[in-house]
T-cell receptor, first 114, second 117 residues
Framework: GAVVSQHPSRVICKSGTSVKIECRSL??????MFWYRQFPKQSLMLMAT?????????EQGVEKDKFLINHASLTLSTLTVTSAHPEDSSFYIC??????????FGPGTRLLVL | AQSVTQLGSHVSVSEGALVLLRCNYS??????LFWYVQYPNQGLQLLLK??????LVKGINGFEAEFKKSETSFHLTKPSAHMSDAAEYFC???????????????FGLGTILTVHP
């Protein structure tokens, strides 16, 4: 089956630093990838839709200047949390695939900002 | 706008008992429907999906779900629970309406399934 990887799986940052999270589709090409955020004991909230070769589409309330998304190739999308603060601590999950039928999810990245 | 309601944030069953996780949705157009499972500190794994055709769909690990349009429901069932089924389960709908929302998933709040011996 389709495999999506994320790196890093876990990261701890100091407040004010930036952190980049990579999402890769390992055995298929994805023109569209999605970035989600999941707070403890809550559901996944879509942050943005990442389109290869074009600007990402952000959901309402998501700061595009804070969460920079780059989708430079058909197998890689990156999410950069700029000037991270403790309230950005969360579980970030990406997905890729043939929307609307199937999205394959990465294993997630747990970000802790101290 | 679409929405998904999962009735019961926690469900507890005995090993070998029937598992029933409820999901109701609202959508302006008939959506695609999904059930995902999430184990602690992991991403989501697709259990099963309904797109078109047979309304009773079978997934992995012995799970199945039935799409009932009249009830706008897509409940997940498994005849006999196993200890390894303990996880959090999310119901989701995919937006098929024209426009920028096409293909986006809307998730329910999740149901934590506990299986006790």
């Amino acid at each position: 089956g389709a495999v999506v990887s994320q790196h890093p799986s876990r990261v701890i940052c100091k407040s004010g630093t930036s952190v980049k999270i990579e999402c890769r589709s390992l055995d298929f090409q994805a023109t569209t990838m999605f970035w989600y955020r999941q707070f403890p004991k809550q559901s996944l909230m879509l942050m943005a839709t990442s389109n290869e070769g074009s600007k990402a589409t952000y959901e309402q309330g998501v700061e595009k200047d804070k969460f920079l998304i780059n989708h430079a190739s058909l197998t890689l999308s990156t999410l950069t949390v700029t000037s991270a603060h403790p309230e950005d601590s969360s579980f970030y999950i990406c997905s890729a695939g043939a929307a609307p039928e199937t999205q394959y999810f990465g294993p997630g990245t747990r970000l802790l900002v101290l | 706008a679409q929405s998904v309601t999962q009735l019961g944030s926690h469900v507890s069953v005995s090993e070998g008992a029937l598992v029933l996780l409820r999901c109701n949705y609202s959508s302006s157009v008939p959506p695609y429907l999904f059930w995902y499972v999430q184990y602690p500190n992991q991403g989501l794994q697709l259990l099963l999906k309904y797109t078109t055709g047979a309304t009773l769909v079978k997934g992995i690990n012995g799970f199945e779900a039935e799409f009932k349009k009249s009830e706008t429901s897509f409940h997940l069932t498994k005849p006999s629970a196993h200890m390894s089924d303990a996880a959090e389960y999310f119901c989701a709908v995919s937006d098929l309406s024209c426009g920028t929302s096409y293909g986006k998933l809307t998730f329910g709040l999740g149901t934590i399934l506990t299986v006790h011996p």
